[in-house]
C-alpha cells in the first residue's frame, strides 16, 4: 500500500470515483491512463536501497504477490468510496480507510475473516447469504475449528440472544441486501450488538456497492466486496476487496493472509476494475432508475407472486433500508406463481437478458437459482436459505427501461 495522497478530499461521490486515489506516480511520461505494471518483480539500484525497501523504511515495490502499483490505486479508490462521509466530514484521506484487493471476492472475504479467527473462535451468520459464502462457513471453516451459528438476521433479538449464548464469537457477518432475495439487516442495530460484545462486523456491501451503502459510517468494521460485480461493472474481470477504517488490521495480519494464500489481484484485472470505476457512479444510477422500473412492472403482474426489491414500499426491510442506504440498488428478484416449471420457461422465452450467473454488469443477466446456482441444494436447505422454486434473479443492466418491460412482457406471456 502506498500512503502518498493527492486527491481533493471534499469531491463529490461521482468526481471521487473517477479521480479517486490517482497520484502522479502512477502517470510516468506524462501518460494520462495509468500504465499496466505486466511484472512480477522490481529491481533495486543498489543493495542499500534494497535493505530499505525490504524493511519497509522507504516506500516500494518487492514482488508482485506482495503489492503492485495497479492494486494499490485500485485499493485506494475504493478504500476512498466507502470512506466518502468521512470525507465530507474532512476527515484527511490517509486516515479515512485502508484496502487490499484480491483476485476475486471469495479470496478477499476468506482472507478476511481468517485474518481475524482462530480455532475455537464463533462466527454469528445469517444463512440467506451468497451460497460460495455460505459453503465456505459450512465446509471448511469447521474443518479448521471454527464454529459458525446461523442468525435471523433480519431480528435484532436473535443477534443479541446467539452472542449471549457464546463465547469466542470474533466476528458477525452481514450481507445486505443479502443475494439473492435482497433481505435486509439492520446494520448500525447489528454493530450496537457486536461491538457491546467486543466482536467485529464484517459487511458484505456486493450488492448496494458504496453508491447506495457505505457500512463504514454505520460503525462497520471490515466491508467486503466481489469488485467482479458493479465496481468493475462491465463483467471482464473477477476481483474481490477488503476495507477497513483498521490500518493495523489491513497492513498487519491481512496482508499477511495476502502473501500467504497468494490470492492477489493480477494487474490487468485491477487496471480494467480501475477502469471500469470511472463510470461507476453514472452506471449505478442508471441501475437503480431501471431497476426500480421492472420492480414496479412485476410488482401488478398476476404471474407474479411476490417482489423482492428493497424500494417496494410494502418489502419486508424497506424501512431500514431507507434509513441505511442512499438507494436500493440494481438487483431485484421475484417468484412466479407457476413455481419450478415457470421459472424454466421464462428463462427460455426471455431475449434480452443473457441467462447466466453473476451480476452488476452493464448488460442485464438473469438466473433460475432452483435449476442453475443451487440446484445440487437439498430442496429444504434451499428453502431455509429463503430459495423456492419459482425464484429468479435479475440483474437489471443499462438497457433501455422499455426494452426491458417487453420482453419481460413477451416472456411471462409465454408462461
Ligand atoms: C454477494 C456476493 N459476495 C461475494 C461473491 C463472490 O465473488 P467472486 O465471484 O468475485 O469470488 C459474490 C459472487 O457472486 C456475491 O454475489
Not at 468510496?81 to 471476492?105: C, I, K, R, T
Request: contains cysteine; charged residues 20%.
Amino acid at each position: 500500500m502506498t500512503t502518498q495522497s493527492s486527491s481533493p478530499s471534499r469531491w463529490r461521490f461521482d468526481t471521487l470515483a473517477l479521480h479517486g486515489g490517482d497520484d502522479p506516480a502512477y502517470h510516468p511520461l506524462g501518460a494520462h491512463l495509468p500504465p499496466i505494471f505486466p511484472t512480477t518483480t522490481y529491481t533495486f539500484p543498489d543493495v542499500e536501497t534494497a535493505r530499505a525497501t525490504f524493511a519497509g523504511e522507504r516506500p516500494g515495490y518487492v514482488y508482485a504477490r506482495r503489492g503492485h502499483p495497479n492494486a494499490d490505486l485500485m485499493a485506494r479508490k475504493i478504500a476512498l468510496l466507502e470512506a466518502f462521509d468521512f470525507l465530507q466530514d474532512g476527515m484527511p484521506e490517509d486516515n479515512a480507510a485502508h484496502g487490499l484487493v484480491f483476485a476475486s471476492g471469495m479470496a478477499a472475504i476468506t482472507a478476511a475473516i481468517l485474518a481475524r479467527a482462530q480455532k475455537a473462535d464463533v462466527i454469528l451468520a445469517p444463512r440467506v447469504i451468497y451460497g460460495t459464502t455460505y459453503a465456505f462457513f459450512t465446509h471448511v471453516l469447521p474443518q479448521w475449528g471454527l464454529r459458525v451459528v446461523w442468525v435471523d438476521q433480519g431480528d435484532l433479538d436473535a443477534w443479541e440472544r446467539a452472542f449471549r449464548e457464546h463465547v469466542r464469537v470474533t466476528w458477525a457477518y452481514i450481507e445486505t441486501p443479502a443475494n439473492p432475495t435482497l433481505d435486509i439487516t439492520d446494520i448500525a442495530g447489528v454493530v450496537e450488538i457486536a461491538h457491546r460484545y467486543g466482536a467485529w462486523v464484517i459487511a458484505d456491501n456486493t450488492f448496494a456497492t458504496p453508491y447506495c451503502q457505505r457500512p463504514l459510517a454505520l460503525g462497520v468494521d471490515v466491508v467486503v466486496h466481489s469488485t467482479t460485480k458493479y465496481l468493475s461493472g462491465h463483467g471482464q474481470a473477477l476481483g474481490g476487496a477488503v476495507i477497513s477504517r483498521d490500518r493495523d488490521y489491513i497492513t498487519g495480519p491481512l496482508l499477511r493472509m495476502l502473501l500467504v494464500l497468494g490470492g492477489v489481484m493480477a494487474p490487468f484485472e485491477a487496471w480494467m476494475t480501475t477502469m471500469g470505476m470511472k463510470t461507476f457512479a453514472l452506471r449505478m444510477a442508471r441501475h437503480c432508475e431501471n431497476a426500480r422500473t421492472v420492480a414496479e412492472y412485476l410488482a401488478q403482474h398476476p404471474k407474479i407472486a411476490r417482489v423482492y426489491y428493497p424500494g417496494l414500499p410494502d418489502f419486508p426491510g424497506h424501512e431500514i433500508a431507507k434509513r441505511q442506504m442512499h438507494c436500493f440498488g440494481g438487483m431485484v428478484s421475484f417468484e412466479l406463481k407457476g413455481g419450478y416449471d415457470a421459472g424454466v420457461r421464462l428463462m427460455n422465452s426471455l431475449r434480452l437478458p443473457a441467462l447466466g450467473v453473476s451480476l452488476g454488469k452493464t448488460d442485464s443477466i438473469i438466473e433460475h437459482p432452483a435449476s442453475m446456482t443451487h440446484a445440487k441444494i437439498p430442496p429444504e436447505e434451499r428453502r431455509a436459505m429463503g430459495i423456492s422454486d419459482g425464484l429468479v434473479r435479475f440483474s437489471v443492466g443499462l438497457e433501455a427501461a422499455e426494452d426491458i418491460l417487453a420482453d419481460l412482457d413477451q416472456a411471462l406471456a409465454r408462461i
